[in-house]
């Protein structure tokens, strides 16, 4: 089995099970009494071989002059010694031949268990919780007296039942009113002691049979055992998973974190592999830390009580987001988007994850996280898992989205959402409002509504002493304020999220007040008080299973300083917030007021100087999720046109060929596996893409893969493609002249000319088409990467792939958009953007070539669909803001250009060019 495959948890869950109930049974292994000066078994083996060789050479056992030199030889050289295996491996091989003599192995262990120094710290620790009744029973294959030593020592507890012999049994209880100790192995005083090999094939029958219900009826920690002995392995656990139901309560197997990645012994795997996801690894620092520190210490400090009680609590109630949905379906649920998410939170928890799409993968995960409920007859999503995932959670739950309305000043409303925004108007005393309904999954609410508030929170001048930039809000104060909105709001009520906004302030209301675990931590004390007075950590979750997500994907913490976070970063920015619940604790609202000084401008006063800010959106679309990996194999092309040409009928994926090798993002050993192609499977190699750039020209090879890919995904779209620029076109209906795209704007439904035929002015016959256009480029920004997108316009002769003009077309083309400013050019790239996402909400995915017959073989790669934005001091622009007042001469000039040349003899055919494959067009750049 491979370890990655092995649930993990940390120290934090074993101290929930020694809170719990039933309590846990501990089984220590000789690891745990490495630190009190026992050896383990390795060592023992060389002490027993010193020992032995003492006693045949007439030396004392603890003769300093004794050297390994002098034994080793003496003991590598026995018959029944292997080298080939790990020390420990030969230990009951020692203790049979060099100990055989059953007086000598008594006084031997005796000596060895009783070394001169005290217990160790860890076990001091499980003394103090014996005491607590926080474990009960003690399972140990040492023969060591820690624990005994380490309860005279701290005096607790009071009363210990060893069971150390078969006699000693009459003692043990599976409900111990006392906690009891059994020792596995018997005992060294009694010569019952188990350590040649015969003995630890099998256990005791009455040992197993005494302890056996407790392993049905207990989770098991075990500490300090390594899981080689058969008779504990088959006795304990291999031999009892049916009588267990496969330990169903758990076996949480702790292991050093140095070593947490290594292969689990066989008999180990073994059991893990029989009961799945009953067995967690635990990464320790070591025994001692784990029970001092991490158990007992932090019990004592988080205030665990020392009795247990069966009664006196209620059942939890399921939150809401945890139950199934009704009518909810898995195939309502973006995959893809789950995968990704999924994926993002096993990397925050440093777990191991899938490099892409596995299906087995994503919905075992997503069950474990209550995303999905798997039934006795089909799988089906939790509430959380819908809102999550769905693309449009109201189409079963009607009132999961946010209602937005900005109201004021109508110059307001446009300089802050933009000229084309669709405006009302309201009272005298109201102003001019837009209101937008929010949709889709949390995730994409959580992006639309930052998007919308960063563009009311505008970034002004403030005249001091020394002049700086301020903004109206904290945008980690808006943040928090929203998280809060969408996480904690009770989705059982109807109504939906409230955003309101003014100049002035920004308000936020959401259904559900307190939960009750908050309820109980501030009293009868208001929660603004007791946080405006610096009280922390003050936390609790009406939807557990959002709240958990949105902390994977780094949207929130889970510290409970959300709030307080919003209260100092609103007054360190100047300006205040008010928030509670409200309506008898039916709602929770937020307020959060602007600086004093960001109304000046509404209220003509002359503090505040915003005449040399303005806000604007980048041209960048970032790569969410890069390939993990690029394929490469030998090639005797030169040139990418020259493989293909030479392939003939055999596939070949979009790629590149550098130097004698052939680079692709598609799986090519899958490629090579499954089908007749030119490259010899055994050549193929993968790189990363770090890999990939150290190379001679690596970046250079990584972003024509990106782009190509980008470009594909547009041929997937319907678009025209022209390879050698780098740009992508829509090209005209069959029985039309014209073509207009309606999409989804930025705050309405939205049409736009995409392909328009211009006429000639003497005899209105069609001269060339006009088509918005978008040329692309990826590049990388630091440590991200980002599709840069570039709109601007093709011209045709026939309204698909015939361009006219060669090189000066690209001139032609600059010429003409450098027409567009500010606002269009906004308009144009929120066009774009929805068309490459294909106006889906969040991520999307981007689609390799239909016409590909190697599209499974496609890279996963996934954009971000969500252009981000800045803010900029507009008097470097001030010059560029001329060409807006520029006659209409030049456009004229344009025309005329394009019309003359559209008269003359095509130079590029992009009928043809549209034919073929990415890396075809290749052909054309070597």
Partial sequence: MNPLEIQRAVPGRLRSLLRGQPDPILLVGAGASVSSGIPAAGEAVERI???????????????????????????????????????????????????????????????????????????????????????????????????????????????????????????FSSAPENPQLVYLHGSVEHLTDKNLAVDVQSMDSEIVERVRPLLRDHPIIVVGYRGGEPSVMRGLFLDNINYTNNFHHGIYWCVLDR???????????????????????????????????????????????????????????????????????????DRVLLFTRLREYATVLNNWAPDSYQEEWTLRIASTFNLLITGDDATTPSVAGWLLFANDPSTLMPSAFVHFRARGPEPWLRQCLGDDVDLARGTDDEGSFVEVEIRGNLWSQLDQLTELLSRVNRQFRLKQEVSRQVRSYSPLALKEMIVNALVHRDYTSTGPVEVDVTPERIITRSLGGLVDPVVAQIYDQELQALIKSGRR??????????????????????????????????INNNGDVDFGPEDGNKAFKVEIHARPE???????????????????????????????????????????GGLFRSAGDLPVPPGHVQDGRFFTLYDLEGIADSLVTPFDAGDVETA???????????????????????????????????????????????????????????????????????????????????????????????????????????????????????????????????????SSVHNDLAFWQAMLADQAEGIFSLKPDVRDELSFFAPNILISNQLPGASLNSSALDGLASIDADSKDELDELDEELAAMADMVELDDLSALDAVSPSDSARDDD
């Fill in 49 to 171: 071989a010193k020992w032995r060789w003492c006693l045949d050479n007439d030396r004392l056992p603890n003769d300093p002059s004794v050297r390994r030199a002098d034994y080793w030889p003496w003991l590598t050289g026995q018959p029944w010694f292997s080298a080939d295996v790990h020390l420990a491996e030969v230990y009951p091989d020692a203790v049979k031949n060099l100990l055989n003599v059953a007086n000598d192995r008594r006084v031997f262990f005796e000596d060895m268990i009783h070394p001169p120094v005290h217990p160790n710290r860890g076990y001091k620790a499980l003394a103090n919780i014996l005491h607590q009744g926080w474990i009960s029973t003690v399972l140990t294959t040492n023969f060591d007296e820690c624990v005994q030593n380490a309860r005279v020592l701290v005096t607790r507890p009071h009363h210990l039942v060893v069971i150390k012999t078969p006699s000693d049994l009459v003692r």
């Fill in 259 to 333: 070593e947490i990645d290594a292969p689990m012994p066989p008999m180990v795997a073994d059991l893990a592999r029989a009961i799945g996801g009953n067995f967690t690894k635990v990464p320790i620092s070591g025994f001692d830390n784990l029970f001092e520190i991490e158990l007992y210490s932090r019990l004592i400090a988080e205030g665990a009580q020392p009795t247990r009680r069966s009664h006196g609590y209620r059942a939890p109630e399921l939150p809401f987001d945890m139950t199934a949905l009704a009518g909810g379906a898995l195939d309502g649920i």
């Fill in 537 to 570: 950590s003050i936390k609790g979750y009406r939807n557990p299973v959002i709240s958990d997500l949105f902390y994977g994907g780094g949207q929130m913490d889970h510290t409970g300083s959300g709030l307080s976070d919003m209260w100092k970063e609103t």
């Fill in 598 to 640: 960001a109304v000046d401008d509404i209220t003509n006063t002359a503090i505040a100087d915003e005449s040399h800010v303005a806000r604007f959106t980048t041209n960048l679309l970032p790569i969410h999720t890069m390939p993990d990996r690029i394929w490469h194999a030998g090639t005797t092309a030169t040139y990418t």
């Fill in 688 to 822: 990363t893409p770090d890999e990939l750039i150290a190379l001679p020209n690596g970046e250079n090879i990584l972003i024509k893969l990106l782009g190509d890919a980008v470009l594909g995904h547009c041929r997937a779209l319907g678009m025209q493609i022209d390879f050698k620029r780098k740009r992508a076109h829509f090209p005209r209906f069959d029985e039309g002249h014209e073509r207009r795209i309606t999409y989804k704007a930025r705050y309405k439904r939205a049409t736009r000319t995409v392909v328009k035929a211009r006429t000639k002015r003497n005899t209105g016959e069609i001269a060339y088409y006009e088509h918005k256009a978008l040329s692309i480029a990826v590049a990388p920004y630091g440590a991200e990467w980002c599709i840069v997108l570039s709109p601007g316009y093709a011209f045709t002769r026939n309204g698909f792939g015939r361009l006219i003009g060669n090189e000066l077309i690209n001139s032609l083309s600059t010429r003409r958009a450098a027409k567009d400013f500010n």
